[in-house]
């Protein structure tokens, strides 16, 4: 049976559920409060370039994104690129992410060292994660590679990120991200990554022209106010004070939102969703007149610089004939630095950039932009999975999913296409109960 469908949010995950559903014989409309589609895909235009807000990339494991690629007739946009890692320790920049880059790291020695690359083997093999679910990734870690190398290593990635929530995260979320970045590599000294040509806009254009073949309808700049039930079952969306009627709604948007629009869920439930918390993100990006390393991913381990990591994007897709650097500063919403003015972060930046580079200087800098968002990062606790509440809600009729549903993976577009999938099949699957 055909349904009046309406989803919640246009990015990739809003996107590709429509479009599953739309495929499925569905009416489908969106409605996103942005005035373009892609959420924290989207681009925006940083000096004459278009270019994401924040950074993206592709891993070999990605197969939903894959398959969905060659639905889309856009799979041969991808393009696979050899990259390298690098290590900033303490005033001092090494080569990471290879064996020999381990091997001749001078601050471990070789139990230490066989202790990290075995812990990697491990992680890259595992298939089930839900005992590492029950385990904390900071009491895991520290068991595989012991507390010196946790210190050197881990300790303040996690710190500048999670803050106090640091040893709350389950080694299952950590874990994915090992395995997915170690899977990608082309061999044991090589590390390939991807990339779609024309960025993440072709992959946004492509799905939006085939929903709009399909029949679907994208509205932008159209938030919503509340989802309209009675009875304990859906009946429509309230949109710029416009009631419009669906016998099924959709929501694609971060879950902090959802309590908020759907008031008639059950007190319980909404507590359920409430006790999801994020981690938020300030992401400075530069355009700069010369490389600045070769490097396309730089872990910082230094106690004067406070985040940690740069991503210089265009050691990954070399798509202008300058550099792309970003700077994500990840802290809690609550965190006092969080409305700190945006050229606050981005001299922070420069100041960061100089002491990894000390020939660096502000000449080189032609463009700056700082973007940021507030559902940047899910924080996914030990029990993460037992905490998620059902896509399918007690209201009748809606469906929810945002990042936190990829878990135990991490944030890809491939990750909001297989939960895109998983939301629909949800929908359809209730229909024919």
């Known amino acids: 049976m055909s349904e009046k469908i309406g989803i919640i949010g246009a990015g990739p995950m809003g996107l590709a559920c429509a479009y599953h559903l739309l495929k499925s014989g569905h009416k489908v409309e969106i409605f996103e409060a942005d005035d373009r589609i892609g ?20 891993c070999a494991p990605d197969q939903p994104l894959f398959d969905l690629m060659e639905e889309l007739e856009i799979a041969q946009n991808l393009r696979w690129q050899e990259t390298r890692q690098g290590f ?12 020999w880059a381990l091997l001749t790291f001078p601050h471990l ?36 590679v012991g507390e010196k190398v946790y210190s050197m290593l881990w300790e303040s990635l996690f710190y500048l990120k999670f803050f106090e929530h640091t040893d709350e995260l389950s080694a299952a979320w950590l874990g994915t991200r090992i395995k997915r970045v170690a899977l990608s590599r082309k061999n044991i000294f090589t590390e390939k990554l ?34 309209l039930a009675e009875n304990g ?15 099924q709604i959709v929501s694609t948007v971060p879950l902090p939102y959802v309590p908020r629009f759907a008031p008639d869920l059950p007190k319980d439930f909404q507590d359920r969703i409430n006790s999801i918390r994020n981690i938020g993100v300030i992401c400075v990006l530069f ?21 940690p990591g740069i991503i210089e994007y265009t050691n990954l897709n070399p798509l202008d004939k300058n550099t792309l650097v970003y700077v994500p500063f990840y802290m809690p919403t609550t965190h006092p630095d969080y409305e ?60 929810m999913a945002d990042t936190s549903y990829y878990y135990p993976e991490d944030r890809s577009i491939s990750e909001s296409v297989r939960a895109a999938y998983q939301l629909a099949e949800t929908v359809h699957c209730d229909e024919m109960d």
């Not at 959420?39 to 592709?58: P, Q, V």
């Not at 700069?288 to 406070?306: M, P, S, V």
Request: contains cysteine; aromatic residues 16%; charged residues 20%.
């Open 340 to 399: 700190s003015p945006d050229a606050d972060f981005i001299n922070k930046s420069i100041a960061y950039l100089s002491r990894i580079n000390p020939a660096f200087n502000a000449d080189w800098i032609l463009s700056s932009r700082a973007s940021r968002y507030e559902f940047a990062q899910t924080i996914c606790p030990v029990g993460f999975y037992d905490i998620l509440p059902p896509m399918k809600t007690p209201l009748k009729g809606f469906y």
């Open 39 to 58: 959420g924290m895909s989207a681009s925006f235009n940083f000096d004459g370039l278009k270019i994401e807000r924040y950074y993206h990339f592709i």
């Open 233 to 247: 079952r859906v009946t429509g969306l309230q949109i710029n004070k416009q009631e419009i009627a669906f016998t």
């Open 88 to 99: 900033f320790y303490q005033g001092q920049l090494y080569k990471w992410g290879n064996p």
């Open 194 to 227: 991807g990339y779609l040509e024309g960025g993440s806009d072709t992959f946004l254009n492509a799905i939006e022209k085939k929903i709009q073949e399909l029949g679907g309808v994208i509205h932008l700049s159209s938030p919503l106010q509340k989802v």
């Open 287 to 307: 355009k700069l007149k010369q490389q600045f390393t070769e490097n396309f991913w730089l872990n910082i381990q230094d106690d004067d610089i406070k985040v």
């Open 109 to 144: 020695n070789i139990v230490q060292k066989f202790r990290y690359a075995l812990h990697i083997m491990y992680a890259k093999n595992v298939s089930n994660w839900h005992k590492l679910d029950k385990i904390s990734a900071t009491s895991w870690l520290k068991k595989w």
